[in-house]
């Protein structure tokens, strides 16, 4: 059985490494960040999960980013 934070974690590490592997396509590391971290939060919006469940998906999308990418 899938727990919150294991659906949670998938959403964030897949959308981490997509926002790295298109940063050129999305015009810089930044705007992927940017772009994929909204994905992060509309997906976990749309599983059902509350506005402030999608803040804290946000804030650890940041931290896996920033610890993947060098930031």
Do not use: P
Request: net charge negative; charged share 25%.
């Amino acid at each position: 059985m899938t727990t919150h934070e294991d659906t949670i974690e998938g959403h964030v590490k897949s959308n981490v490494s997509s926002a790295i592997d298109q940063a050129d396509d999305c015009g810089g590391i930044l705007a992927a960040r940017d772009s994929y971290m909204q994905n992060t939060c509309d997906s976990v919006l749309d599983d059902g999960y509350t506005s402030a469940e999608a803040m804290d998906a946000a804030d650890w999308f940041y931290r896996v980013f920033n610890a993947k990418a060098g930031r």
